[in-house]
């Protein structure tokens, strides 16, 4: 008795401050004086505010939430603010059980909190007419007097909140947390959290939440017991939304017991979701932890539905699989045929997602790719050069070379290089190199271009940076003097390999390759009379042990080639054939050695990856591309076999495919060759 008495007191007495250091006053004048603050104070400082919710209802602790730790200290000195979460509440083919609806915006494919306003009552018309969050908690202390009163303030809070800027958002949040009304709306949610209608119990959570009430306090605990209890009697909108907010909190007791919860729920519930924007909510807010059963029974729910799908929802599906790490290939070409057709109305973040989403979840769709590239490219002049650098990046990253894009940018670089500051300049030199791009009539004043920015940031280049733009110029088969003699000095000291780096294999694989650069791309390289190999190893590896077996039927002998061949420079071949000047007749390996080595060809047979290859061709990309260049300057005709589709062949196909290649004086146009994608 004497504990609730105190409490009781204790109450009062926040109370009784609160009233006397934050009388009412017009929202305005309470935000002129906030701006008008020396040192901003966060929303949490604030002692009656913190005080109270550790305060009121303390035999709430001991009932109601059997899952609330007692040895969490809320709203302690330190607390911090959660961070705000973008959410997407969507709409429900039920009708609503509470005061509260959502309304669909088919332009953006966004959602909004749509009160439903009941206009016998002025308290609705007036909240209807509030411009800002505090003129709504004015009105509520003057004029709420039921529950459905403060849930719809709440909400209403929370929409207007969401709306501001970020440095509004900052000042108006000590707003809110400092307004005695906010807290009498608080203990309100307390009191009545049983008695509120499902609607207003999963949109007064998420409001909460959103706001950034502290997921350890006594109200956000309070709530999410409350909807474990109520979890079957949520609708399809309800599940949405609640899967929403479990989605920006921490892992407890009561998240992930209300997560489990739920995730059995919207798996009995999966056949009658028949609402397109509530299945890829779900998606994206049950994440990747979901169970994969429950990730087919998703997909499946949204295969039924994709004839209804929107080109913003197509948008957002992309983001939804990527948080569920789920790469459906059937939603994707759906989303991605939507997205080809309404590219024009995609803002540049958006596109800049969709690329990242295929990168993530390992899609490829060249249609896709080159639908975006094209529509960048026609809109090149509208765009800012660091915005193009994004969408080169992002290509780069999944390998597609927008050769016209390319083309265009190459350009713009060459009339205005003073835009590339050093980390652009990294991007460009990454990217062209990667995807084996010199831009037609222009290649060496593109290069000098390149270089002369390098040496402008030579004095304030890392020893990294500097390794990996010199490394990049020497695959496009470019030697930057300059700069390749301040990389040898710092190499000589010894500053570029040190013993504990994390990268230093790859260091020295790349410092590797550019000292093979500037050997064999030097103008005063000439071909050798002979080149010195060795026998890498008799064994062979598995993927090629039918183009071994398939060699051999052609050739009739294995004297007649070398495998596992190791050249200078660290190169490797898989296979070595040696012929006459006129390519008519294979020579046995023992035979050619005794052969003048200019009436013998050399053929080096390589059988390559698709990653090795630019997205939806045969384009070489930029380390293949300088292997097979060295390899020509070191006398050898280079036949590159896409493995993949060899494996593919019948044994017939594949020794009649060999025989092309070797016999044929002209090898078959790679760069003409496309090879099919997941669409």
């Known amino acids: 008795m004497n504990n609730k008495i105190s409490y009781l007191l204790n109450t009062v007495r926040c109370m009784h401050r609160c009233n006397s250091v934050l009388t009412p006053k017009s929202s305005a004048t309470a935000r002129k004086h ?403 791009y010199v831009p037609r009539g222009q290649k060496h004043l593109f290069f000098e271009t390149l270089h002369s920015c390098l040496n402008k940031y030579l004095p304030q280049i890392s020893n990294t940076e500097l390794l990996k733009a010199v490394y990049s110029l020497c695959i496009l088969g470019y030697l930057p003097h300059r700069a390749l003699d301040e990389l040898l000095q710092k190499n000589s000291r010894g500053e570029l390999l040190l013993s504990d780096d994390l990268y230093k294999e790859q260091k020295e694989m790349m410092l590797r390759c550019v000292k093979a650069c500037m050997e064999l791309d030097s103008p005063s390289f000439t071909k050798p009379a002979f080149v010195l190999t060795e026998n890498f190893s008799s064994l062979i590896s598995l993927n090629l042990r039918k183009a071994r077996e398939a060699l051999i039927e052609l050739l009739g002998d294995e004297n007649m080639f070398r495998q596992n061949v190791q050249l200078p420079y660290k190169y490797h071949i898989d296979f070595e054939i040696r012929m006459d000047s006129d390519r008519k007749k294979v020579l046995p390996i023992a035979a050619a050695d005794d052969h003048a080595d200019s009436s013998v060809q050399r053929l080096a047979v390589l059988f390559v990856p698709l990653s090795a290859f630019c997205v939806g061709t045969m384009h070489p990309q930029g380390k293949l591309a300088m292997k097979k260049r060295h390899l020509n300057k070191l006398g050898y005709h280079v036949i590159l076999v896409l493995n993949k589709k060899f494996q593919e062949m019948t044994n017939k196909d594949a020794v009649e495919f060999l025989k092309g290649k070797i016999y044929s004086e002209n090898a078959f146009s790679f760069s003409e060759m496309t090879v099919q994608d997941n669409n």
């Not at 332009?107 to 609705?124: A, E, T």
């Not at 970020?166 to 008695?195: G, M, T, W």
């Not at 399809?236 to 992930?256: E, M, P």
């Open 34 to 436: 906030i701006l008008w603050v020396g040192r901003y104070r966060g929303p949490l400082e604030n002692v009656n505010f913190r005080k109270l919710f550790s305060n009121i209802f303390p035999s709430l602790h001991g009932s109601s939430l059997r899952f609330l730790s007692q040895k969490t200290d809320v709203f302690s000195t330190g607390a911090n603010i959660q961070p705000e979460k973008s959410t997407e509440a969507l709409v429900s083919e039920q009708a609503p059980q509470s005061s509260l609806e959502l309304e669909k915006l088919d332009d953006s494919g966004s959602f909004k909190v749509k009160h439903v306003v009941d206009h016998s009552d002025p308290f609705f018309n007036g909240l209807q007419k509030c411009t800002c969050p505090c003129d709504i908690l004015d009105l509520a202390s003057e004029s709420a007097v039921s529950i459905k009163h403060f849930t719809n303030c709440l909400t209403a809070v929370w929409r207007l909140f969401k709306n501001l800027s970020e440095d509004q958002q900052r000042y108006e949040k000590q707003l809110i947390f400092e307004h005695p009304a906010f807290v009498k709306l608080c203990q309100q949610l307390l009191r009545n959290s049983r008695r509120m209608t499902r609607g207003d119990l999963v949109f007064s959570l998420h409001a909460v939440v959103s706001l950034g009430v502290p997921q350890n306090t006594l109200l956000v605990q309070t709530l999410l017991r409350v909807c474990q209890e109520k979890l079957n009697q949520l609708d399809n909108r309800c599940i949405s939304v609640l899967a929403t907010t479990l989605a920006g909190l921490d892992k407890d007791k009561n998240v992930s017991a209300l997560q489990a919860g739920l995730q059995l729920l919207v798996e009995q519930r999966m056949p009658s979701i028949r609402d397109i924007f509530i299945l890829q909510n779900l998606m994206k807010c049950m994440g990747k932890d979901v169970p994969v059963f429950l990730k087919k029974k998703l997909e499946m729910a949204v295969l039924k539905q994709i004839d209804h799908l929107t080109f913003p929802n197509a948008l957002r599906v992309f983001s939804a699989l990527v948080a569920m790490n789920y790469c459906s290939i059937p939603i994707l070409n759906a989303c991605s045929k939507k997205i080809q057709e309404n590219v024009h109305d995609a803002p540049f973040r958006r596109l800049i997602l969709i690329l990242e989403a295929c990168y993530n979840l390992q899609y490829r769709n060249v249609k896709l790719f080159s639908a975006l590239a094209d529509y960048i490219n026609s809109t090149a002049c509208l765009w800012d050069k660091r915005q193009i650098i994004l969408f080169l990046s992002a290509f780069e990253t999944l390998g597609f070379q927008p050769s016209e894009l390319m083309g265009v940018f190459a350009e713009k670089v060459t009339e205005d290089p003073e835009f590339l500051n050093l980390k652009n300049l990294l991007i460009v030199l990454r990217v062209y190199s990667r995807l084996n």
